[in-house]
């Protein structure tokens, strides 16, 4: 048969879906010779252009992995196909659009089955079953679909497999070609942060080490690759393990030089708290070079012991603290800080602490600070009500207020993270003369020079829900323009005029 799998992902994330990978070469599905290709897309792409483009593969079947950021598109595309070709099936699988797969099945008729949890088995069951043009999905686990009458089934969840069962070859397409790639050497997470949903749902299962080993050699084979994102909850939770793959990929790095390769930068998102001195020493020995991006992002969350209590965010500040400082002293500087904006049991207070955290306690160079998004699955999700959590219907499933941010708090620390972003992104004279001025409570002086950047220019950047990468983004870019060099000029002196007035 022939199937398309679509990888739809934000430009910020440039990088083909992992999961639609291990799923192409999924060996029982190969073995059945299917034609089976990935197309990838943005979510900023043109939807007419991406429609016709899925058309032009000619595909019989269409798998879509959904996720926060592309299922209102995927919906959009799934109802035009059917539109225009009725004999197409559909599946989707990811988490956002499976949660509730029969509200999936209800409201987008253009959608056939719905796919929960992992998807390597019941999708190459699916498929069998078109194969062989038999249309009853009834025995095929992990699956929700319309029965003969029309009416919506859920079939019962199977175990999870043990990886190793996967039996994946990994293959790329246009391997010569690609700069970056994602991986995922295991799967779920030991925490269970109430916010996300990774390990509410899954418990930790691993590739053998030989599994991905081989995986490592075969990636640093391809010629012109210069980034790897480790897409693993935790990649420094296995200490050991973590090591043995850090040294591996450090000594093909090495054969790399040789063959005049570019170096490959492996790329974490992580727990600070994770790291030891080992990790960090093996670490350092990447080349890593900034100018590509910050290549460390450790999350935080927030610095306030009860919030992350309430989100169950295992965390020791001083940990936490030393390993951030043993990085950056040991000269691994451009490393990101990820915090969240609006989660249950904050208050706009403490919001304002944890940015101060950031820049005064840590003195970071680069954070970032994401608008809580109510994710499908995550406990947040089940238990809205407890905390009164009124959030977007579509995703990303932004808040909106809780019982302990009101709508006009959620907007003053919206518009404080925006700026501040926008301050420690691209207007960095600002941060220096703020940092010789005062050391602590630096967050005082700035909320100054942001209500002057929001009194006279706000007209110039994203009116609304700043948080999110996009709209950064965007006035980042256009921040380089010439009618906005004037502009960030006038910011830069202005507040440069407000730090040498400052009294603390
Ligand atoms: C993919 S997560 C994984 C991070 C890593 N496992 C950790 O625990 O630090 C990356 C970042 O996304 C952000 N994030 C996760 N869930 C979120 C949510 N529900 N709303 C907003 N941001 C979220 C957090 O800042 C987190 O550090
Ligand atoms: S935020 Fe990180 S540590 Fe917490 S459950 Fe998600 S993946 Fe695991």
Redesign the pocket.
Do not use: L, P, R
């Given at each position: 048969m022939n199937i398309g799998l679509i990888s739809i992902v934000p430009e910020t994330v440039p990088v083909t879906s992992h999961s639609l990978i291990v799923l192409k070469n999924f060996g029982k599905l190969k073995k059945h010779k299917h034609s089976i290709t990935i197309k990838k897309f943005f979510c900023e792409n043109d939807k007419n252009e991406i429609l016709n483009r899925i058309l032009s593969g000619n595909f019989e079947i269409i798998g879509f992995s959904s996720y926060l950021w592309n299922s209102k598109l995927i919906k959009w595309l799934a109802a035009k196909i059917k539109e225009i070709n009725k004999n197409i099936f559909i599946i989707v699988g990811g988490i956002q659009l499976s949660t509730e797969p029969e509200k999936t099945l209800l409201e987008n008729p253009g959608i056939d089955i719905v796919i929960q949890g992992e998807g390597e088995i019941p999708f190459y069951n699916v498929i069998d079953n078109l194969a062989s043009k038999k249309y009853c999905f009834q025995d095929i686990k992990n699956v929700c679909f319309r029965d003969e009458n029309g009416d919506i089934k859920r079939n019962s969840k199977d175990d999870l497999m043990k990886l190793d069962d996967i039996n994946y070859t990994l293959t790329m397409d246009n391997e010569d070609e690609l700069e970056i790639v994602s991986y995922e050497s295991f799967r779920g997470?030991i925490?269970s942060?109430r916010?996300?949903a990774?390990g509410e749902l899954n418990k930790v299962r691993f590739y053998s080490e030989e599994k991905v080993m081989a995986d490592l050699e075969y990636i640093f084979s391809l010629p012109k690759l210069r980034t790897l994102a480790f897409v693993d909850?935790?990649f420094f939770i296995y200490k050991k393990r973590a090591l043995k793959f850090l040294k591996y990929m450090n000594s093909l790095n090495e054969k790399r030089k040789q063959e005049r390769y570019p170096l490959i930068f492996p790329y974490f998102?992580?727990?600070a708290e994770s790291l030891d001195d080992d990790l960090i020493d093996e670490l350092l020995k990447f080349p890593y070079d900034f100018k590509e991006g910050k290549f460390l992002?450790?999350?935080l969350?927030s610095s306030d012991k009860d919030t992350l209590k309430e989100s169950n965010r295992r965390f020791n500040l001083e940990k936490f603290k030393s390993n951030y400082n043993k990085i950056i002293n040991k000269g691994l500087k451009e490393v990101s800080v990820?915090?969240?904006c609006g989660l249950p049991g904050d208050t706009l207070e403490k919001y304002k602490k944890t940015l101060d955290f950031l820049i005064s306690d840590l003195n970071v160079e680069y954070f970032?600070s994401?608008?809580?998004?109510?994710?499908p699955g995550?406990y947040?999700w089940y238990h809205a009500g407890d905390y009164g959590l009124e959030f977007e219907k579509e995703a990303p499933h932004n808040i909106i207020q809780s019982n302990s941010f009101s709508k006009e708090d959620l907007c003053e620390a919206d518009k404080l993270s925006y700026y501040l972003q926008l301050i420690y992104q691209s207007m960095k004279r600002i941060k220096r003369f703020v940092d010789k001025k005062v050391e602590k409570d630096k967050m005082k002086l700035y909320e100054k020079i942001i209500d002057f950047i929001y009194n006279n220019y706000k007209e110039y950047f994203c009116p609304s829900r700043h948080c999110s990468d996009n709209s950064i983004g965007k006035d980042l870019r256009r921040m380089v323009t010439p009618e906005y060099q004037k502009i960030k000029m006038d910011i830069i002196n202005g507040a440069i005029d407000i730090i040498k007035n400052y009294n603390e």
């Open positions: 997470c925490w942060c916010y996300c990774w909850s935790n998102e992580t727990n992002k450790f999350g969350q990820e915090i969240i970032q994401y608008f809580f998004s109510i994710v995550s947040f």
